[in-house]
């Protein structure tokens, strides 16, 4: 309902007899609700304020808003609470848990389906058809949608848990959620009902969690952080890293000591054993992990992936070491991502076409938990001008090579080499292509090589009407570029580490603006850094930084999910240096440094 933008109508406070009013319906509606609780929900005193809204079908909604953030909404004469309200009462609505990468689809506009609904050991909360219920994510009791059930509990056993069984109304991250403070939702712990039933449950997800593993450890490289005997070592969460608290490292000093010596000759054995590859794929999670753990933060999320690799793996390397994702065995770093992710430690979205990025991180995941950063590793800073130890900056420009599609018009010329309507090809494709065709059929001016006869397919496909009377051969120099111009434009767009990305057009430089606001100040406007794989809050924030001068980002209004960057003053000196010399991306991927000031002028 929320999943997209929605159109506000109306903004006014709730007064005196309007509140006794809403609280008598939050009442009933909600009778688990205590007195005490339904004062705090709907304070006598305190501001409340209730805006009329209409979602993208039209439909009129009301919000009630308590401390900047909504608290409930009502739809058809029905009150709901917002995920806002149950996470201060989450045990409001009977609660079906999910997945955590179910989230980001939710979220997008799509219903809960029942093979997404996780049936615990003491069975599913009993719901009937129309029941309100509240959407958790697996390990936290913190709701994170509110939904209605297409049927009732005993409905969705009969049905062997499949089909749709939620109904969602709201979710975290949708625009109802972004009209608050848009916080995260608190880390709520599992009730604990049966310790016997607990110690059982635990009992059968250790073995269940033995399986998986065993079983993925035939497809997946072994995990170095989890190679180490660290089941007898208690670790706390402090500056980013894991510590031992010295009470508990005094007490199993001995049993540490004794599992290092049992395990140093076993671990020097097999580093002899190890192919370049495994060690390949230990240095890459090595990295993954400590970037995770020490380097990125929530507030750094959506992260483009090819960023994280860069900004953040790259800088957690060990000096005289080298990524390099194709002497891995997964040769592809969004197939490394793909590991990652099927053990439920981050999130990897498409945000933009071709672009992915991580949208999500369990930072409580057991693997990122249990790693601990090598002795003596010294940090590198992961500003974008920082070098690794071989002097290599850490961002590489992408490679854009020009392709070409077959068009409509020209598939004539190209169906003899077997190639159809959409089919891409390089420039130097489309060259062989159109000379074998040429002297296949015996084109070649007999008097003057370097012309060619017209025939009827060639007249077609690269002649207008008012040249097809007049001209009937060409230079070898036009007849090509006239093929290339009818061809369709496209791009590949290759990063590092990544595999190749197609694109539809010429592709588009990052362009450079300056723009006049109020007071005849002026500001320097950069859009389309995502394509060339920068992340625009990183650029801003170097950018602020060097000049001291504010820097923004905003939504750019002709590209959905892409954003630009606006700082104050004509800073395309800046810019260029940053991009041309730091970052090295070749000058004919940036557009409008011309517009810089001259030297030794004032601003």
């Known amino acids: 309902m929320f999943a997209r933008a929605l159109r506000v109508r109306g903004h006014t406070a709730i007064k005196g007899s309007e509140r006794r009013k809403l609280r008598a319906d939050v009442a009933a509606a909600f009778p688990s609700l205590s007195a005490e609780q339904l004062c705090e929900l709907v304070p006598h005193k305190e501001e409340l304020n209730v805006v009329k809204v209409y979602s993208h079908r039209g439909d009129a909604i009301t919000v009630y808003t308590h401390s900047r953030n909504p608290v409930l909404f009502e739809r058809e004469r029905a ?64 709701p994170v949608a509110v939904g209605v059930a297409t049927m009732s509990t005993a409905e969705m056993l009969a049905a062997g848990m499949k089909g749709k069984g939620f109904t969602v109304l709201h979710t975290y991250m949708d625009h109802l959620w972004g009209f608050g403070d848009k916080a995260y939702p608190p880390t709520i712990a599992p009730l604990v009902a049966d310790p016997a039933e607990v110690e059982n449950a635990d009992q059968e997800d250790g073995d269940k969690e033995e399986e998986e593993e065993q079983e993925l450890d035939h497809n997946l490289p072994a995990d170095p952080a989890t190679q180490t005997d660290v089941s007898s070592l208690s670790l706390q969460e402090g500056n980013g890293c894991m510590q031992l608290t010295e009470k508990e490292a005094a007490r199993d000093n001995d049993a540490v000591d004794t599992a290092e010596d049992e395990n140093l000759e076993a671990q020097t054995d097999a580093e002899g054993s190890r192919t370049p590859r495994e060690q390949m794929d230990e240095l890459f999670q090595q990295c993954f992990f400590h970037a995770l753990k020490c380097k990125v933060k929530k507030s750094e999320l959506p992260l483009l992936t090819s960023t994280f690799l860069r900004n953040h793996m790259f800088s957690c390397c060990p000096e005289g070491q080298q990524l390099d994702i194709k002497k891995s065995s997964y040769k592809k770093f969004s197939k490394f991502l793909q590991c990652m992710q099927q053990k439920n430690i981050l999130q990897v979205k498409e945000l933009n076409k071709g672009v992915e990025s991580i949208v999500g991180v369990d930072w409580k995941h057991p693997d990122i938990k249990l790693f601990v950063v090598p002795d003596g590793f010294s940090p590198v800073s992961n500003t974008p001008e920082s070098k690794r130890g071989d002097g290599e900056p850490l961002y590489h420009p992408p490679d854009i090579v020009p392709l070409y599609g077959v068009s409509v018009k020209m598939a004539p010329l190209f169906q003899e080499s077997g190639h159809k309507k959409g089919s891409i090809l390089s420039s130097s494709d489309v060259r062989s292509i159109v000379i074998d065709y040429v002297k296949t059929n015996e084109l070649v001016d007999e008097t003057n090589k370097n012309f060619v006869k017209i025939n009827p397919i060639l007249c077609d496909c690269l002649l207008d009407k008012a040249e097809q009377d007049s001209i009937s051969k060409l230079k070898w120099d036009d007849l090509l570029s006239r093929c290339l111009v009818q061809l369709q434009p496209f791009h590949q767009v290759t990063f590092f580490g990544q595999e190749p990305i197609v694109r539809k057009g010429k592709g588009c430089p990052i362009d450079i603006t300056i723009a006049q606001r109020s007071s005849n100040k002026k500001v320097t406007i950069i859009k389309n850094l995502e394509l060339y794989g920068l992340e625009p809050q990183s650029v801003a924030t170097t950018l602020q930084q060097r000049v001291q001068a504010s820097a923004t980002i905003s939504p750019l209004p002709e590209a959905k999910d892409r954003v630009q960057v606006q700082i104050q003053g004509n800073q395309i000196h800046h810019l260029a240096k940053l991009l041309l010399e730091e970052y090295r991306l070749p000058r004919k991927y940036v557009q409008g440094l011309e517009k810089a000031p001259k030297l030794g002028r004032k601003k």
């Open 79 to 142: 009150l709901y609470p917002t995920v806002y309200t149950l996470w201060s009462y989450p045990d409001l609505l009977p609660a079906f848990s999910t997945w955590p990468p179910v989230l980001q689809k939710l979220a997008g506009g799509a219903d809960l389906m029942l093979p997404g609904v996780l049936v615990p050991s003491c069975g599913l909360p009993q719901v009937q058809q129309g029941t309100l219920c509240a959407i958790t994510l697996v390990g936290n009791r913190a």
